[in-house]
């Protein structure tokens, strides 16, 4: 049974930092793609970050523009682990925050619906 575990979050001042961790298990992750989605309270799940595998070793990420050059997606595959380090937190970067895996090749991986297993969400809160 696949299972995903987001660890890291909590509450952190404007201009502040996080590291959210996402560990896998119950399959191996490394032949695809994962995400990170966020959810703040009345609106929809959005689109934070994804990592394509491309083949091999090679990932290609992707960034919603509102954390483009604030956030990095990154993965340790030994470990099974995906990350999110979030620099230059707003308020507007509260939310509660998904990882997710794609099982299926050429996915939308903008969009939920392109995920087959999501973890429980970590609140990250910041203060303004």
């Known amino acids: 049974q696949v299972q995903l575990v987001e660890s890291g979050g909590g509450l952190v001042q404007a201009g502040g930092s996080l590291r959210l961790s996402c560990a896998g298990s119950g399959r191996t992750f490394s032949n695809y793609a994962m995400g990170w989605f966020r959810q703040a309270p009345g609106k929809e799940r959005e689109f934070v970050a994804a990592l394509r595998w491309l083949g091999g070793s090679t990932y290609s990420a992707d960034y919603a523009d509102s954390v483009k050059g604030r956030f990095t997606i990154s993965r340790d595959n030994a470990k099974n682990m995906l990350y999110l380090q979030m620099n230059s937190l707003k308020s507007e970067d509260t939310a509660v925050y998904y990882c997710?895996?794609?099982?299926?090749?050429?996915?939308?991986?903008?969009?939920?619906?392109?995920?087959?297993?999501w973890g429980q969400g970590t609140q990250v809160t910041v203060s303004s």
């Open positions: 997710a895996a794609s099982f299926t090749p050429a996915t939308m991986l903008r969009s939920p619906s392109g995920y087959d297993a």
